[in-house]
């Protein structure tokens, strides 16, 4: 799409302990994209396995959005809220998670993953299953 083709996008974080706050700046031709994530996670171990949840909330903002047709229909401003859970059961593991409300241009997955369309997103379910074998991490 040559409206966020040869766009940047860069972030900078800072964690402490289970604290996480993360900005990102999407730099594309005809609009730019703001983008705040906070998140924390709860970490608790049983006698045979460990959990954790992750809660985070998401602010995008658009800057000059009305100055292309692309991008000129989303809203300026958006907040998402997420949820994460992952068990660890010896060399297993197990993983769900969930995105509510609508977001649009999200920077995702830390940063390896880009929405770059004009597409708003509403509700995001995901699920997972893994196993290690020494060096080797399969995950589905």
Same mark, same amino acid.
């Given at each position: 799409?040559?409206?966020?083709?040869?766009? @940047?996008?860069?972030?900078?974080?800072?964690?402490?302990?289970?604290? +996480?706050? #993360? &900005?990102?700046?999407?730099?594309?031709?005809?609009?730019?994209?703001?983008?705040?994530?906070? &998140?924390?996670?709860? %970490?608790?171990?049983?006698?045979?396995?460990? $959990? /954790?949840?992750?809660?985070?909330?998401?602010?995008? *903002?658009?800057?000059? +959005?009305?100055? @292309?047709?692309?991008?000129? /229909?989303? %809203?300026?401003?958006?907040?998402? #809220?997420?949820? +994460?859970?992952?068990?660890?059961? *010896? &060399?297993? @593991?197990?993983?769900?998670? $969930?995105?509510?409300?609508?977001?649009?241009? $999200?920077?995702?997955?830390? !940063?390896?993953?880009?929405? *770059?369309?004009?597409?708003?997103?509403?509700?995001?379910?995901?699920?997972?299953?893994?196993?290690?074998?020494?060096?080797?991490?399969? %995950? !589905?």
């Amino acid at each position: 799409m040559k409206e966020v083709d040869g766009g @940047n996008v860069y972030g900078l974080g800072y964690r402490y302990r289970d604290f +996480k706050l #993360t &900005q990102y700046f999407s730099d594309y031709k005809h609009f730019d994209v703001y983008q705040t994530d906070v &998140q924390y996670t709860f %970490k608790k171990k049983f006698d045979t396995f460990r $959990a /954790n949840a992750t809660i985070i909330g998401r602010y995008i *903002h658009l800057d000059d +959005k009305e100055s @292309n047709n692309f991008s000129k /229909n989303a %809203k300026d401003d958006y907040f998402t #809220t997420g949820l +994460k859970a992952h068990v660890y059961y *010896h &060399q297993y @593991n197990f993983g769900a998670g $969930a995105f509510f409300g609508k977001r649009i241009f $999200a920077v995702m997955n830390g !940063g390896f993953r880009v929405q *770059h369309h004009a597409m708003e997103f509403n509700r995001t379910y995901m699920g997972g299953i893994g196993r290690t074998f020494d060096d080797l991490d399969l %995950k !589905g």
